[in-house]
């Protein structure tokens, strides 16, 4: 599986600013997949960002709040705006496998976020 | 109903012990189904993934397909304590779709 980081690994950061997560892999791939994990719930998708189109939005999160960027086939960020409380989370970037993996995905450390 | 289902828990098992994790899906166009493992404070690490019906092995780890009654579980034999983390079930319907969550299993593993 590919190796994948995230930077930063955490943050405390005041309410109404913004914080960019980044998410880099060492080998390329199409699809990467960006995740928000709030304290003791599961996992749930914020939007999927392929190389070369917008990002694909799930109901409830929207571009003007997590805008996604998605320059080349190893690098993701995704910026946290205006943040309030509630923003508080893990935010995970996560990749597809490769070959008869591809329906796979391999989660990076993750970026604890703690909103004040 | 949600679309990934898992049973609550925590469950506790002693060492040794074969632990049986259950997960439900309401979509019956689902079609690969995966069992992820979650250390407390680290990111989720896949275990094992299964598309066809009946039973997968990889080592210690069992993971069994039913979809007709459209559930997935994951057996761990011989139990260890450093099997004690949050075991999360996804689904995903069809090619290129998203990766569904259910809620997640605390398992504790007594030595």
């Known amino acids: 599986s590919a190796v994948i980081s995230q930077k930063p690994s955490r943050d405390i950061c005041q309410r109404g600013t913004s914080l960019t997560i980044q998410c880099q892999v060492d080998s390329q791939v199409t699809m990467m997949f960006w995740y928000r994990q709030q304290p003791g719930q599961s996992l749930t998708l914020i939007a999927t960002a392929n190389q070369g189109s917008e990002a694909t939005y799930e109901s409830g999160f929207v571009i003007d709040k997590f805008p996604i960027s998605r320059p080349n086939l190893t690098f993701s960020t995704l910026t946290v705006s205006n943040m309030s409380p509630e923003d508080s989370s893990i935010y995970l970037c996560?990749?597809?496998?490769?070959?008869?993996?591809?329906?796979?995905?391999?989660f990076g450390p993750g970026t604890r976020l703690l909103v004040l | 109903q949600k679309e990934v289902e898992q049973n609550s828990g925590p469950l506790s098992v002693p060492e040794g012990a074969i632990a049986s994790l259950n997960c439900t899906y309401s979509?019956?166009?689902?079609?690969?189904f995966f069992w992820y493992r979650q250390y407390s404070g680290k990111s989720p690490e896949l275990i094992m993934f299964?598309?066809?019906?009946g039973d997968k092995e990889d080592g210690r780890f069992t993971a069994q397909l039913n979809k007709a009654s459209q559930y997935v579980s994951l057996l761990i034999r011989d139990s260890q304590p450093s099997d004690s983390a949050t075991y999360l079930c996804?689904?995903?319907?069809?090619?290129?779709?998203?990766?569904?969550f259910g809620k997640g299993i605390t398992l504790s593993v007594r030595p």
């Open positions: 996560s990749v597809e496998g490769t070959g008869s993996y591809q329906e796979t995905q391999y």
């Open positions: 979509d019956r166009g689902s079609q690969s």
């Open positions: 996804a689904v995903i319907k069809g090619a290129n779709s998203k990766l569904t």
């Open positions: 299964i598309y066809s019906n």
